[in-house]
């Protein structure tokens, strides 16, 4: 019987440790130059809808089911999204803030295939006259189990990819 409890025993203090040490929070973003200028490249990164061109996530499900709400390219503005591809999953996502010709911020609500919370962001830095620096990225904060699991999954690696691919995406399409 004490052997049971020993490993019970020995199997939280594990938990524990592992909870303590786990990142609580992450960051993942990537960065392009588009040669075109800071105010042009907005204007096109502001509308959520125009990530379907795009982002990485609507060309592996382009039958993926999508809804909007609200006015695009302002505060409220809801993109919600339904997949059965586990690599785009179901969720929606709200702008939340919008700087004129700086950054767009978004609050992702991931839904399936687990449910999540982070905040998304976009955001613009003029390269001199005729280019413009796009920083995409999302950061959020692990909650207890999940952070023990991001001790053995890196979510840069993992969510990095489909930032350089889809900011690879927008500067062919705006360099057009």
């Avoid at 938990?15 to 392009?32: D, E, G, H, Q, T």
């Avoid at 390219?73 to 700086?102: L, P, R």
């Amino acid at each position: 019987m004490m052997t049971v409890i020993y490993i019970i025993a020995a199997i939280i203090a594990l938990f524990i440790i592992l909870a303590a040490i786990a990142p609580k929070k992450y960051n993942v973003s990537r960065s392009i130059v588009i040669n075109k200028p800071l105010g042009e490249v907005f204007d096109y990164i502001k509308y959520v809808k125009n990530q379907n061109f795009w982002g990485p996530w609507n060309q592996r499900d382009p039958g993926m089911k999508q809804t909007y709400t609200g006015e695009d390219g302002t505060v409220g503005f809801i993109s919600a999204w339904e997949s059965d591809h586990k690599q785009v999953g179901s969720g929606e996502q709200e702008i939340i803030n919008v700087e004129k010709n700086v950054k767009m911020e978004t609050e992702l609500r991931f839904l399936k295939p687990w449910k999540s919370v982070s905040q998304g962001y976009i955001e613009t830095h003029p390269e001199g006259d005729q280019a413009t620096k796009v920083v995409w990225g999302f950061h959020g904060t692990n909650k207890i189990p999940i952070n023990i699991m991001m001790l053995f999954f890196n979510m840069d690696k993992a969510v990095g990819k489909d930032f350089e691919q889809g900011l690879a995406n927008l500067k062919s399409i705006l360099e057009k």
